[in-house]
Each structure stands twice: as structure tokens, then as C-alpha cells.
């Protein structure tokens, strides 16, 4: 069973999920990045770019999922170096700063409470983040095009595309798949026409959407809105139903 709420921390999501062990779970990419616990390690879920596919076998998991572009900052790792990996975060800090950390997260009430209490603590030492990247996803989640978006942000379409790889892991053209994929797949699971959807979210026709789907979320449409499980953003398999609802648009772990 899935289950989620908005963090504490602005724009960030607390979730728990325990798989049912009844098949593989399917994480859509969003442009987040997550901190996971599971079996009292610490792991970090960086951006996909491509469906992640886990094995659904049964086990408690929980989460904090980051807003776009935020995690780096508070990890202290480009998004880049992450991309498409789920690493443990003793693999990422020096040991004993990571199993701190984890002991403390063990020594929580619960869990996601533990990673919720140490993504606030990360955010105070970091400062405010940066809002350069909150800017780059509301223009790209608005449809600009991108050599437009980098006029709009006063910078060069190089300086957008070196700003993007360290804070969401991959190029503004693929962060903006990705947001429009995510756009789409909240409409149709609202009860929108697929001619519809490509039509609001910027899609050529239907055939593009499809073929955008299937590349990446690895299944047609039909397929991933009608299977049991959707979701994105973990390390886990995660619940029945919809994509994830959070501060930050549609995205959550999906089984099909």
C-alpha cells in the first residue's frame, strides 16, 4: 500500500509503501529526486530518464521526494551524477557522516518521519535554495520552448543546458518531455480524450503522445492508464491507482 503527504519542507512529499510482492513496480520519470529508506539503509533515487522498473518484492519502504531541481543542494551531488541510478548514500557521503544520519532516521518514530526530520535539518544548513531552478521548470511546465526559456531567464541556451545536468540530471529538452508527460498522463487520468490531452499538452497529435509514452514510460497509453499500478519517483513499487498527487505536478511509483 502506497501513502503520501506534503512535506514540512516547501514543495517536497513524505511517502511509505509496502508492495504486495504481486509484480514489478513502475516509477515514472518526473524530474525528482528522492531520499529512500528501506531495511534501515539510506538510498537516494536520482532523476530517470526512462521508466524504472523494480522487482515489487514485499518490504516496507519510505521516502521523501523532492521538488524538481531542490535535491542537489541538499545532497551536495549534481543531479547528473545520479541520473538513472539508485545509490546508497554511503556511496555518496563519507561513511560515518551516513550512518549517522541512517541511525537517526532508525531512531525515529517511524521512518518517513526520521527522513522528513533530516531533509528540514539538511534544508537549514544549505540556506534557501536556489530559485533558479523553480524558474526553469515553470517555464519549460508551461510549454515555452527552450531557446525561449533561456531568453526569458536572461542567459545563454549553453548556460540553461549546464544549469539543468546539475539540477535535474539531464537537459532542458528532456525536462521538458518529461514535465509534458507528466501533464498528459493527469489529464487522461482525470477522463481526458488521448486526442484531447495531445492537443492541451503540446503534443503533435495522439501518435506523438503515444510514442512519447511508450518511450518513456516503457508501455502504450492504453496499457499504463489502464493497468493496475501507476506511479513515479522511488525506489520501491508503489501503489494502486493514479499517479502521486503533490505539491509538485502528478508523478508517483506505478506498477503495470
Not at 145 to 160: C, E, M, Q, Y
Amino acid at each position: 500500500m502506497y501513502a503520501q503527504r506534503a512535506s514540512r519542507l516547501a514543495g517536497a512529499v513524505v511517502w511509505t509503501n509496502t508492495p504486495t510482492g504481486d509484480g514489478p513496480g513502475r516509477v515514472l520519470p518526473d524530474g525528482c529526486m528522492d531520499l529512500l529508506w528501506y531495511d534501515g539503509r539510506l538510498l537516494v533515487a536520482g532523476p530517470d530518464t526512462r521508466a524504472h522498473v523494480t522487482d515489487g518484492a514485499p518490504g516496507t519502504w519510505a521516502g521523501v521526494r523532492f521538488h524538481p531541481g531542490t535535491a542537489p543542494a541538499l545532497l551536495g551531488v549534481p543531479a547528473e551524477a545520479l541520473r538513472d541510478r539508485r545509490v546508497d548514500l554511503t556511496d555518496l557521503w563519507p561513511a560515518t557522516r551516513a550512518r549517522r544520519l541512517a541511525a537517526r532516521v532508525n531512531a525515529a518514530p517511524d521512518p518517513a518521519t526520521g527522513l522528513e526530520e533530516a531533509a528540514l535539518s539538511r534544508a537549514a544548513e544549505t540556506g534557501p535554495p536556489d530559485p533558479l531552478p523553480g524558474r526553469i521548470v515553470a517555464a519549460l511546465d508551461a510549454g515555452r520552448p527552450v531557446a525561449a526559456t533561456a531568453d526569458a531567464l536572461g542567459i545563454t541556451a549553453r548556460t540553461l543546458h549546464r544549469h539543468c545536468l546539475a539540477a535535474f540530471g539531464y537537459g532542458p529538452k528532456t525536462l521538458a518531455r518529461v514535465l509534458r508527460l507528466q501533464r498528459a498522463l493527469a489529464l487522461a487520468r482525470e477522463g481526458t480524450p488521448l486526442a484531447e490531452t495531445a492537443a492541451r499538452t503540446g503534443f503533435a497529435d495522439q501518435a506523438h503522445l503515444t510514442r512519447d509514452v511508450r518511450e518513456l514510460a516503457g508501455l502504450p497509453p492504453a496499457q499504463l492508464l489502464g493497468g493496475r499500478r501507476a506511479s513515479s519517483g522511488s525506489g520501491g513499487s508503489q501503489a494502486d491507482g493514479a499517479n502521486r498527487s503533490t505539491p509538485w505536478p502528478s508523478g508517483s511509483p506505478t506498477t503495470a
